[in-house]
């Protein structure tokens, strides 16, 4: 698995919990600033191979995080050589490194943190030099032995402070040599329990009226790392935890300004397991946290908010509120977070929020067991955007929510009284003004497939009510463009819509109501070719093998949107190959068959606005290759996978240009057996992964990005999910790749 990226703002986070993550090699080159690599790893043995990483400017930052027997046997090797480095580990396990961990960071800056639960958590010895400015290592260890080698220290120059407690039989055997040599470092611990805090919270604030004060209730409320680096007036951060365990994986939160304010309070066994990274550059920030439940946020939620008034509450009654990561970023004034979940698991999947401007506002009130299992991506860029979510269901979201709402008087609210509210992705993109989106639904699975509205000007309304078992099963898209736009659902029967209720309204005054109930709709083949703008396809399928033979769409220009839900064996067998060249290319798959694109379904859209989303709830959802190729800007790939074997032969994808999405969701046990290639060369990349299937991808992955803002993002929760190498190179600025994999072996 190399990647290799040349430029600034690099990011690659590692999450797995399986038994062997990384079997073959992850080497990492990054040249430029801003480099943040990030491991989290509960398996056996994470990154068999060595895992190299060799970054030679600013900003670089690695973080391990194992809970796993051996986490990297082979030798992990990182030398940066300039500014901003930071080494973190973690490890709950017996041998978290056996082989040597090298580390040499020539430059300011340097941050090497260790925190081992285990027997020997780093038996070779961990060598680290770090000749400049700012460098501050913390150990604090609860386990018999926690580094049997030597762990040498020497930090040069000013506002270090080292404090250690330790309440185990023998710490640190060999000799720990710390030397910090100047002034204005405060840190502040008050627990009431056994061990509140058994990983390290570092917190370093640079500057006036810095205060963290603790107070636990609870057996171990931080387990994993707490990072806060604030480094301007006015910081406070306030913890008070009443459960067992609330923050298990680590919380960075960096926020550079004036009046900062943190606190948590948490009722749950534990709140939030994975890294919660929290990173405001401005005034007035806010960040609270109440969670009643278990497990409130498992996964890492990363927060990013880069101006004032910048508020952030949480509060979780469930179990487990947010299990896969939740990434929000606004930056500007007046953001408000709020969080209220009373479910087992309110947001297993990421949520991620990315809201540019003022007087945003975003509640969540969950009832349910797990209210959003996918990723809810929700990014609003201007003034007075609300977003309320209450849910009475089991399972509200499972998959992914993404909303997009880009200016003024934008309000989404959610009430689901069902037990699977919208189990695959809803998405709503609103462009414009007095924007209110409201659900209630009171059946058992009220939108099972994913519900995509994109309304771009002012006044609208879209109401759901249902009040049957399954309302929605296939996916409901929904884009109207003008003022005024109401759609209302009330539904009682079984199953209203089983097969793709699609709505595009473009003026104003619209209402649309659906009540269907059959079984098949288009047994044999449906060719389309239209060459021109306002194309639409639209496939229903509610048979054994809708469509055996090839269907083959060629559209050449803009507005294209092809949509597949399959209910039966085999839904296409042959080869679908669609080949769109121009903006504004949408492609979504949702599959329920056994076997449901056995052939190579090449897809090659070359401009701008492509969108290929899939869905498979069947055994094979793509046995064969499927290229994608898209060499424009804003291109966005989407994969989510419920069955066995999603995609076998190798998936290719080139985008070229800004704008670039892949995400990728797989429930099945073999997702991509092939390997998958994708290659952007430009701006804004984004790739995600997320497989709950036993082996995603078998063959190696390659990714190869070369310019600003790539992200990749892996979570799968299968046994084996990338066995063959996965190589990436990103050449240039804002690279982040995120794994979180929860399967015997990952990757």
Known sequence: MLQRNTKQKFTTQYETGVYDAIRNRSLRRNTKQEFTTQYETGVYDAIRNRSLRRNTKQEFTTQYETGVYDAIRNRSLRRNTKQEFTTQYETGVYDAIRNRSLRRNTKQEFTTQYETGVYDAIRNRSLRRNTKQEFTTQYETGVYDAIRNRSLRRNTKQEFTTQYETGVYDAIRNRSLRR???????????????????????????????????????YDAIRNRSLRRNTKQEFTTQYETGVYDAIRNRSLRRNTKQEFTTQYETGVYDAIRNRSLRRNTKQEFTTQYETGVYDAIRNRSLRRNTKQEFTTQYETGVYDAIRNRSLRRNTKQEFTTQYETGVYDAIRNRSLRRNTKQEFTTQYGTGVYDAIRNRSLRRNTEQEFTTQYGTGVYDAIRNRSLRRNTEQEFTTQYETGVYDAIRNRSLRRNTKQEFTTQYETGVYDAIRNRSLRRNTKQEFTTQYETGVYDAIRNRSLRR??????????????????????????????????YETGVYDAIRNRSLRRNTKQEFTTQYETGVYDAIRNRSLRRNTKQEFTTQYETGVYDAIRNRSLRRNTKQEFTTQYETGVYDAIRNRSLRRNTKQEFTTQYETGVYDAIRNRSLRRNTKQEFTTQYETGVYDAIRNRSLRRNTKQEFTTQYETGVYDAIRNRSLRRNTKQEFTTQYETGVYDAIRNRSLRRNTKQEFTTQYETGVYDAIRNRSLRRNTKQEFTTQYETGVYDAI
């Open 180 to 218: 910090n040599t100047k002034q204005e470092f405060t840190t502040q611990y008050e627990t009431g329990v056994y061990d509140a805090i058994r990983n390290r919270s570092l917190r370093r604030n640079t500057k006036q009226e810095f205060t963290t004060q603790y107070e636990t209730g609870v």
């Open 480 to 513: 109207n463009t003008k003022q005024e736009f109401t759609t209302q659902y009330e539904t009682g029967v079984y199953d209203a819509i089983r097969n793709r209720s699609l709505r595009r309204n473009t003026k104003q005054e619209f209402t649309t109501q």
